[in-house]
């Protein structure tokens, strides 16, 4: 089964930029997919096919993806940014969805 | 646009058998662009896929859970279910209920979500 890796967590102080990086083998030939979860809420998609923007979500969020890192970037960090970001691929071996195990963004 | 909504018990005890409901609106569980898909995020940890239902009564399970697990639809209520069999306390969780979006056999996302019931496996 396809591996994804987060680190546990990013901090940033308002108004910086945060990158929050997902890390897999080749990962930059899978199309990776990032969520945005805030404490006792249900995961929102943020990014698609890794650099699609859902409607409603902020410019200020951009996702890119190479080699083995995708990478998720937050401009200009407000502290309701301050939440749990995972990233998803499909497993083509599997046929089922991989989630890394997160990362806390902590607005300083 | 689409809304998810899980229903079902807040507390199942050890070994018995979990039930949950998801009730879609605004969108058919009958359409065929769709995957519809049970996730769950033990408290305080990542998230989980547990298993998801396609082409209108396939199913896909998480290895980890095969023995245990079934989705099923109900298109007259618009709803599909999960049942999760022989609960232990590692069971314990926050269960959401997601459309998958399959753009093609290996891109694929979920969205949107329900808003989670907490599920907790207490005698």
């Known amino acids: 089964s396809y591996v994804l890796s987060q680190p546990p967590s990013v901090s940033v102080a308002p108004g910086k930029t945060a990158g929050i990086t997902c890390g897999g083998n080749n990962i930059g030939s899978e199309s990776v997919h990032w969520y945005q979860q805030k404490p006792g809420q249900a995961p929102v998609l943020v990014i698609y096919y890794n650099s699609d923007r859902p409607s409603g979500i902020p410019e200020r969020f951009s996702g890119s993806n190479s080699g083995n890192t995708a990478t998720l970037t937050i401009s200009r960090v407000e502290a309701g940014d301050e939440a749990d970001y995972y990233c998803q691929v499909w497993d083509t071996n599997s046929d089922h969805p991989v989630f890394a195990g997160g990362t806390k963004l902590t607005v300083l | 646009q689409v809304q998810l909504q899980e229903s079902g018990p807040g507390l199942v005890k050890p070994s018995e058998t979990l039930s949950l409901t998801c009730s879609v609106s605004?969108?058919?569980?009958?359409?065929?662009?769709?995957?519809w898909s049970w996730i769950r995020q033990p408290p305080g940890k990542g998230l989980e896929w547990i298993g998801y239902?396609?082409?209108?009564?396939?199913?896909k399970y998480n290895p980890s859970l095969k023995n245990r697990v079934t989705i099923s639809l109900d298109t007259s209520m618009n709803q599909f279910s999960l049942k999760l069999g022989s609960m232990t306390a590692a069971d314990t969780a926050v269960y959401y209920c997601?459309?998958?979006?399959?753009?093609?056999?290996?891109?694929?996302?979920?969205?949107?979500w329900g808003q989670g019931t907490l599920v907790t496996v207490s005698s």
């Open positions: 997601a459309r998958v979006v399959p753009v093609a056999i290996e891109i694929a996302w979920f969205d949107p």
């Open positions: 605004g969108g058919s569980v009958n359409s065929g662009s769709y995957y």
């Open positions: 239902m396609y082409n209108g009564g396939s199913t």
